[in-house]
């Protein structure tokens, strides 16, 4: 069964809105955990990095005042997409990872349409 | 930097035949390269991963890989493709140093006919 969740799994909402998306580890506590966008016929590109308890890392060119994230415990991560606009219409994946290297799993990812 | 490069958007493939994805690599160091399948609209699957040890992996679904050290390669490969194989995949190689971030090629579509 599924390891990683992510809710919801589709969303559409009206430009200028926030939309938050969870991501949770449900069988193992999820030390850090990744966050990724991937546009159509696209590869996946890394947004950031969180350790749970810590602010999340931002790769370049992402801006960490309209993507936040939170990582408040070690099974739940929110990925909060502020004053959404259609260029952030996207496919949202989480990668979780626990303790040990070998314990990683992606969330079925959100699919954002902001119109 | 690490990377991977999956030099063919796409591979088509009749059903029955042998497929082989390509995926060629650039690190610093030792290498840890990953394949991943993805189908429409949902996250990645782990299908192997090479760390260490024999040069030939295998992984889920009767998928296999060949690290290759002289050619920097890491092509994923099955004797027999099912129509059902057909999917977006993904190499992919981990960044050195603690962050273990996965650094994705760009995905190669495998189309298998029946």
């Known amino acids: 069964g599924a390891v990683v969740s992510q809710h919801p799994s589709r969303v559409i909402c009206k430009s200028g809105t926030s939309v938050k998306i969870e991501c949770r580890s449900l069988?193992?506590?999820?030390?850090?955990m990744f966050w990724y966008r991937q546009f159509p016929k696209q590869s996946l590109m890394l947004m950031a990095t969180?350790?749970?308890?810590?602010?999340?890392?931002?790769e370049q060119g992402v801006e960490k005042d309209k993507f936040l994230i939170n990582h408040a415990s070690l099974t739940l991560s929110t990925l909060t997409v502020t004053s959404a606009h259609p260029e952030d219409s996207s496919f949202y994946i989480c990668?979780?990872?626990?303790?040990?290297?070998?314990?990683?799993?992606f969330g079925p990812g959100t699919r954002l349409t902001v119109l | 930097a690490q990377s991977v490069a999956q030099p063919e958007d796409q591979v088509n493939v009749a059903e029955g035949n042998p497929l082989t994805v390509k995926c060629t690599y650039s690190?610093?160091?030792?290498?840890?390269l990953f394949w991943y399948v993805q189908y429409p609209n949902r996250g990645l699957q782990f299908l192997l991963k090479?760390?260490?040890?024999?040069?030939l992996v295998k992984g889920s679904y009767g998928f296999e890989a060949e690290f290759n050290k002289s050619q920097t390669s890491f092509h994923l490969k099955k004797p027999s493709a099912l129509v059902s194989d057909s999917a977006l995949y993904f190499c992919?190689?981990?960044?050195?140093?603690?962050?273990?971030?996965?650094?994705f090629g760009t995905g190669t579509l495998l189309a298998v006919q029946p």
């Open positions: 990668r979780a990872m626990g303790g040990s290297t070998d314990t990683q799993y």
């Open positions: 069988d193992f506590q999820a030390t850090t």
């Open positions: 969180s350790n749970e308890g810590s602010k999340a890392t931002y």
């Open positions: 690190v610093s160091g030792n290498p840890y």
């Open positions: 090479y760390i260490t040890g024999d040069n």
């Open positions: 992919a190689v981990r960044d050195g140093g603690a962050t273990n971030k996965l650094i």
